[in-house]
């Protein structure tokens, strides 16, 4: 082999885990939550996926998202413009939490069968504000509501992504409770930085492959010009082998939505 090919070679090789990846974005960042609109306006803006916010609901109520009509048009929406429903986001759950709640467990099921019937596999459970995991007696409370969770994941074929704010090591202990592949973390490089002070690079190689379902990304501003080291996390996610989406949840901070979109993508893609 002469030096060129081996350099191509090696390029090659090298580059072959991040070229996997896809970039999505959530409904809510292009002011689209929960409308089938939000399908046709990423496909715009050049993004290969779309998380799906599920929505609130009164007492007794179902989810919006539990709308056969509106899964429909979703779906429809998806076929339409070649950009797949790639995970679901419960954002019910920072009003009930599941640490506490058996309200919480309850809508959980009932969005195990909507992110199903989306084919979107993955769905996003919070853990936030009110409802986060503070300490190590509150970490342990979840592990009960995340294994009755697990058969009803599992059978859907949908994966559980525990979005949260704790460490790694934290992470990995509930997983092992729970003991279920149908429980997964979805790590949010933004919050690991900006909310607990963690090196995102570090977390994702304590974690590895198996043990991650998807990712968020964010920063406070544009990414690749606040604190969350972008290049180290993808760096990561291509040391783990991790083949799957991105999705953004930046912000706009010049308060326009698309063209703020369309920069943080360009220098996202610039890095893949």
């Not at 429809?76 to 679901?88: D, I, M, Q």
């Not at 729970?178 to 790590?187: D, T």
Request: glycine residues 10%.
């Amino acid at each position: 082999m002469n030096r060129r090919a081996f350099l191509l070679s090696a390029a090659a090789i090298t580059a072959a885990p991040n070229a996997k990846l896809r970039i999505g974005v959530m409904d809510g960042v292009v002011s689209k939550r929960s409308d089938p609109a939000a399908v046709g306006m990423a496909k715009r803006l050049g993004l290969e996926g779309l998380q799906v916010t599920l929505g609130a609901a009164a007492p007794g109520q179902p989810l919006p998202l539990s709308d056969g009509t509106l899964q429909a048009r979703f779906l429809a929406e998806s076929r339409v413009h070649g950009v797949p429903l790639v995970s679901t986001y419960i954002d019910i759950l920072h009003t009930h939490c599941l640490k506490s709640d058996t309200e919480a467990l309850r809508r959980a099921v009932e969005g195990i069968e909507i992110t199903r019937r989306l084919g979107a596999k993955i769905l996003m459970l919070v853990f936030f504000g009110k409802c986060a995991l503070n300490n190590r007696a509150e970490m342990d409370a979840v592990v009960g509501p995340l294994k009755e969770l697990a058969p009803h994941a599992e059978k859907a074929g949908v994966v559980l992504g525990f979005e949260n704010v704790i460490p790694a090591a934290d992470n990995l202990r509930i997983l092992d409770q729970v003991g279920s592949r149908a429980l997964q973390v979805f790590y949010d490089i933004g919050n690991a930085t900006n909310l607990g002070g963690w090196a995102p690079a570090e977390e994702i190689r304590a974690m590895g492959r198996q043990r991650i379902c998807q990712f968020h990304f964010k920063d406070k501003g544009y990414l690749g010009e606040g604190k969350v080291d972008v290049k180290a996390a993808l760096a990561a996610i291509s040391e783990i082998g991790f083949g799957g989406q991105i999705v953004l949840e930046t912000g706009a901070p010049s308060k326009d939505i698309e063209a703020d979109l369309r920069r943080n993508v360009a220098y996202l893609r610039g890095l893949l």
